[in-house]
């Protein structure tokens, strides 16, 4: 059973340009959370999908945006890329319906921002 | 929203001595307290949660604590090993909103 998978896992971009990752949802899962980690901090909330649409959404600007696909996959973007931008993002799926069920974390994508 | 504050930011122990982590939040309708591991290089991993009809939990080596009234709740690791140093999250949530995070506590166990 594959767990939720992140790519790329690392990458590295120029202020100013746009950047997109990836995440497949654990198997059985058809809700996508993203969550942004600056260095020695606690997760942060970005947003979430779930029926391809955008459900919640945390304290981030328009430059944050994504998508969620027919199989449940999702994407992030980030346009105009901030140096403050740079951190690890993470995937988490879960299943919806279930107000105290687990979410399960990616590895990350670790994005550094020069 | 909900705000978490977790402490200690670090925690050094001796192998087999216990560690306490302790964490408060601030929305009283919040109702699962779930605790993340992450270790170097990895993303977060669920090692305990605990609802808010409960007062503890146990796994093994692991217990959460939680009280309702005082709004904190508190992670504790007996006959800590190596292997348990890390990094742990604490985290909050209502109803069906989004987890919100505590800043993080190290831990490290020294042979």
């Known amino acids: 059973d594959a767990g939720v998978t992140q790519s790329p896992t690392h990458l590295i971009k120029t202020r100013g340009q746009q950047v997109t990752l990836r995440c497949s949802p654990k198997?059985?899962?058809?809700?996508v959370s993203w969550y942004q980690q600056a260095l020695g901090q606690g997760p942060q909330f970005i947003f979430q999908?779930?029926?391809?649409?955008?459900?919640q959404r945390g304290n981030f600007p328009d430059r944050f945006s994504g998508h969620q696909f027919p199989n449940y996959s999702s994407e992030l973007n980030v346009n105009a890329l901030l140096l403050g931008d740079s951190a690890l993002y993470l995937c988490?799926?879960?299943?919806?319906?279930?107000?105290?069920?687990?979410?399960?974390f990616g590895e990350g994508s670790r994005l550094t921002v020069l | 929203g909900e705000n978490v504050e977790q402490h200690p930011s670090t925690l050094s122990v001796q192998e087999g001595d216990s560690a306490v982590i302790k964490c408060t939040y601030s929305d009283s309708a919040s109702n699962y307290f779930p605790w993340y591991k992450q270790e170097l290089g990895k993303g977060p991993q669920l090692i305990i949660d605990i609802r808010s009809n409960v007062g503890e939990k146990k796994d093994q080596r692991i217990a959460v604590t939680l009280n309702k009234t005082a709004k904190h709740f508190s992670l504790h690791i007996t006959e800590t090993q190596p292997e348990d140093s890390a990094v742990y999250f604490c985290?909050?949530?209502?109803?069906?909103?989004?987890?919100?995070f505590g800043k993080g506590t190290m831990l490290l166990v020294s042979p």
């Open positions: 985290a909050a949530r209502k109803g069906y909103s989004t987890l919100t």
């Open positions: 999908y779930y029926e391809e649409e955008e459900r």
């Open positions: 988490a799926s879960s299943l919806a319906g279930t107000n105290t069920g687990e979410l399960f």
């Open positions: 198997s059985g899962h058809d809700t």
